[in-house]
DNA sequence: CTTGGTTTACGACTCTCAGGCGCTAACCGA
DNA sequence: TCGGTTAGCGCCTGAGAGTCGTAAACCAAG
């Protein structure tokens, strides 16, 4: 940090920085991430998160954003934060790139028209991923499974109102698990993360009774306070 | 991400990385950390996390690690993770810089020698600090607490042997708040954090019954299991 | 040696909340 | 009207955290 002038001479070395986004969606019961397959070398054939350089003047959130719209219609985004940031010197084969991952959602209705060279991909069975983008997957995966448990994350995987079973479905499909119901329904509840709609959905073919519509009450990022252990000691008593 | 021959030589951009690093420790009843103060322009006399420009074939990590080693022994430290990368482009008056910052910990025996220039800072009250590093100790003190209620993290902050009332006033120290020493015994005890190490402590003049000695059993990072809420369903039923 | 003061250890109780189960409500179609 | 289906909800259980009180184990002073 000393000699500033000098260190900014220093920029002439030949790396730079890439922002990247892991996009992740639920369809068809399962968690799904945005890759484009790449027509030239290096790694041509493999699937690579969309991204590139930062531009001199732009954050690398609105840089992620940026570049993501290339792919996708960034308006489908109802979540966008900063995962990660990669630096192994040898991540890139032919230059020195650091890059910044975020993890971006799209709620599960949202179905947004893609080029010919991308795809929404399995995350449980990705194809031959570029460079260390196989890696950031799985951390945005891990960072949405995580937060999915103590935070209402949930509404921007959700669509914008929906039925307790449906949620679950997008609940057990992000998580890699089964789900019950009924305790989704409470735990949701008791956070006051979800509200009903006041209307009711109608039943299938089969019948059944019909079932409640809910909303997320706030479409922000919001955590359960007392979300773990060694809480503050009570104020009362 | 396409042309990558084009988009390397975008590196003649004046923008430079860093690597920045949140030390803190508990002393004295207080959470402190480590900062030094700028003799040169721009912010002249504010103080600064240590770090500064990563070389072109050194990672993030090591580069905060190495060019801390310039204030403090780097072997005191006892846990380093990434915490987050900022970006904004008038974050820094002279050039663009991003700058990645690193979460470092040092326990509270340790008491490293440091150059004229630094010295711990209380976190409670600390004093004008250049560009957005007061934000950034801000985000890495959220990070140390956060974790210290779902893992093992309390390893770093405290000594490698000590009696329940000396970890409940490290925790105490640096969760801001007053914790019980019998619910910190049954929780780490639960979550086989720590271990008794067969000795007991002295008593004070005071007298008092003598204190048995624990340690914790590991000295990596581990996350508690079923940290939150909508685990998997029971395999057993 | 006794007594009072001090600190630690630990069992007992309560409270919160997640997970599971089963009954009832409310719809469909035949 | 009746069987089938889905949703809602109350009740029970169990885990784990927070609190409190008591016993254990030391010191020092008289």
Same mark, same amino acid.
Do not use: C
């Given at each position: 940090?000393?000699?500033?002038?000098?260190?900014?001479?220093?920029?002439?070395?030949?790396?730079?920085?890439?922002?990247?986004?892991?996009?992740?969606?639920?369809?068809?019961?399962?968690?799904?991430?945005?890759?484009?397959?790449?027509?030239?070398?290096?790694?041509?054939?493999?699937?690579?998160?969309?991204?590139?350089?930062?531009?001199?003047?732009?954050?690398?959130?609105?840089?992620?954003?940026?570049?993501?719209?290339?792919?996708?219609?960034?308006?489908?985004?109802?979540?966008?934060?900063?995962?990660?940031?990669?630096?192994?010197?040898?991540?890139?084969?032919?230059?020195?790139?650091?890059?910044?991952?975020?993890?971006?959602?799209?709620?599960?209705?949202?179905?947004?028209?893609?080029?010919?060279?991308?795809?929404?991909?399995?995350?449980?069975?990705?194809?031959?991923?570029?460079?260390?983008?196989?890696?950031?997957?799985?951390?945005? &995966?891990? !960072?949405? /499974? *995580?937060?999915?448990?103590?935070?209402?994350?949930? $509404? @921007?995987?959700?669509? +914008?109102?929906?039925?307790?079973?449906?949620?679950?479905?997008?609940?057990?499909?992000?998580?890699?698990?089964?789900?019950?119901?009924?305790?989704?329904?409470?735990?949701?509840?008791?956070?006051?993360?979800?509200?009903?709609?006041?209307?009711?959905?109608?039943?299938?073919?089969?019948?059944?009774?019909?079932?409640? &519509?809910? !909303?997320? /009450? *706030?479409?922000?990022?919001?955590?359960?306070?007392? $979300? @773990?252990?060694?809480? +503050?000691?009570?104020?009362?008593?």
């Amino acid at each position: 940090m000393t000699g500033e002038r000098t260190a900014i001479e220093h920029t002439s070395e030949a790396y730079r920085h890439d922002a990247l986004a892991v996009v992740l969606r639920v369809n068809g019961g399962r968690l799904e991430v945005l890759l484009w397959q790449r027509g030239a070398q290096p790694q041509a054939g493999r699937w690579a998160l969309p991204g590139g350089p930062v531009t001199a003047t732009e954050r690398l959130g609105a840089s992620a954003a940026r570049q993501l719209a290339a792919k996708v219609d960034v308006r489908a985004l109802s979540h966008l934060e900063q995962l990660e940031t990669r630096s192994d010197p040898d991540r890139h084969p032919l230059a020195r790139i650091i890059a910044t991952a975020y993890l971006g959602l799209v709620p599960a209705d949202a179905d947004p028209t893609l080029p010919a060279d991308t795809a929404w991909q399995d995350v449980q069975t990705l194809p031959a991923t570029a460079f260390d983008h196989g890696s950031i997957v799985g951390s945005g &995966v891990a !960072r949405l /499974r *995580s937060k999915l448990s103590y935070t209402n994350l949930g $509404f @921007a995987l959700a669509e +914008p109102s929906f039925t307790i079973s449906r949620l679950r479905d997008v609940y057990a499909a992000a998580l890699g698990y089964d789900v019950s119901a009924t305790n989704l329904q409470r735990v949701l509840t008791r956070r006051n993360a979800i509200e009903p709609t006041g209307q009711t959905a109608v039943p299938g073919r089969a019948g059944g009774r019909p079932a409640t &519509v809910y !909303r997320f /009450r *706030s479409r922000a990022l919001e955590v359960t306070d007392p $979300f @773990a252990t060694l809480r +503050p000691p009570t104020a009362f008593g």
